[in-house]
């Protein structure tokens, strides 16, 4: 099997599965209880909080578990207008947000919140004067992607961050979930005020996340209840895949020091070998790109027949986002980005994991070309 479908979710690494296993077995309990069991359980718990906070380069307190990205999302944006309601109710963000982003500030309207959406360019990047230009008094939200999940654009989070250094009443949500472990992000440096990660984007286990939250900066809670995580997110913590995530991430940052190389190698042989047909379009840019993403479209074919054909040679890749893949809309992203909703119909996604390989990449484009030929003689005999 050749699995290119790394941004929907990657495989757990055989290290992070045992030390599930491990701590399901072995350490069962409620890290709130008071015996001492529980006190052994929520002594890891903090181990690995502080593990974590090591390999971010945060304080331990400012990390707060959740169960994944589109919790960690909802939380930031959420939790963030219901707090500061009474300060202002304009948040900006970018036209090509994941969707738990996008729908997360459509649902604010009906509070009377409003949502300006900043256009990008063919590359996807935002503008920064027009970012500028929106900032209200009543601001009290920037929510912008880092990279982006179906095309692998990078923003200018650095940029953003200097600007809003001059707007102290506004704070800075940054997604970070396709980023990490691909493309760094030092969360102080670039004035992050929150930030969301996903365990099962870098080889961890799907059900866990963090918000990292900047010591000082308060939210109100989705969730109420036993108060866990300093009162922010309530429930009993998933201390396995808690431990289990943070394995994870040590691993994956430590491959990203030694891999980072050959994963760019491969995608700059994918773009080479896909530009060379007539019939391809690629929409992931060449420059501020993460090294793991590929956006490309075949002229003249839905983009769910080459998924299904590539499926024959136990290739897999996908549409667009996992999140969005079976409802049958056009890309946002792609539209936003400027690109025809015909040409977006049939983009296709490859990413990519540290474990891909070259070979893996040749058989790929073999693939594809074959499935070019093959379809293209189709499409011929039927029009006969």
């Not at 909080?49 to 959420?78: D, P």
Request: hydrophobic share 40%; proline share 2%; net charge negative.
């Amino acid at each position: 099997m050749i699995y290119f479908d790394n941004s929907a979710t990657t495989k757990p690494y055989k290290e992070v599965l045992d030390s599930y296993v491990k701590v399901s077995t072995d350490y069962f309990g409620n890290p709130s209880s008071l015996h001492k069991f529980g006190g052994q359980v929520e002594a890891l718990l903090s181990q690995a909080r502080n593990q974590m906070a090591t390999l971010l380069n945060i304080n331990s307190k400012e990390i707060y578990f959740t169960s994944g990205g589109t919790e960690s999302n909802n939380l930031a944006i959420k939790g963030t207008a219901m707090m500061y309601k009474n300060r202002g109710n304009h948040i900006i963000t970018s036209a090509i947000e994941h969707a738990s982003i996008r729908e997360s500030l459509e649902s604010l309207k009906m509070y009377g919140f409003d949502i300006t959406y900043l256009s990008v360019n063919s590359e996807g990047r935002i503008d920064m004067e027009e970012l500028k230009r929106s900032i209200r008094d009543e601001t009290i939200l920037v929510s912008i992607i880092h990279v982006n999940n179906e095309v692998g654009t990078i923003q200018p989070i650095k940029e953003i961050g200097k600007l809003l250094k001059d707007y102290p009443k506004i704070l800075f949500h940054v997604d970070h979930v396709q980023g990490i472990s691909k493309v760094p992000l030092d969360f102080h440096e670039c004035q992050i005020d929150l930030c969301s990660v996903s365990a099962h984007k870098f080889h961890g286990l799907k059900g866990n996340g963090v918000l990292y939250l900047r010591e000082g900066v308060k939210i109100a809670p989705l969730f109420t209840g036993g108060n866990q995580e300093w009162l922010v997110r309530s429930g009993t913590e998933n201390v396995a895949g808690i431990i289990a995530m943070a394995k994870a991430l040590r691993m994956s940052l430590t491959k990203m020091d030694s891999e980072l190389e050959n994963i760019l190698k491969i995608k700059s042989y994918l773009l080479q070998e896909l530009g060379q047909e007539e019939e391809i379009l690629i929409h992931t840019p060449i420059e501020n790109s993460a090294p793991h993403i590929i956006n490309f479209s075949i002229k003249g074919f839905k983009a769910e027949v080459i998924v299904h054909a590539l499926e024959e040679d136990d290739i897999f890749v996908s549409t667009t986002s996992a999140c969005s893949s079976k409802v049958k809309s056009v890309s946002h992203t792609l539209l936003g980005m400027g690109i025809t909703e015909d040409v977006a119909k049939s983009a296709i996604r490859v990413s990519l994991s540290f474990e891909n390989t070259r070979e893996e990449a040749e058989k790929f484009v073999q693939a594809i070309r074959k499935t070019i030929q093959t379809l293209g003689k189709v499409m011929k005999n039927n029009e006969i």
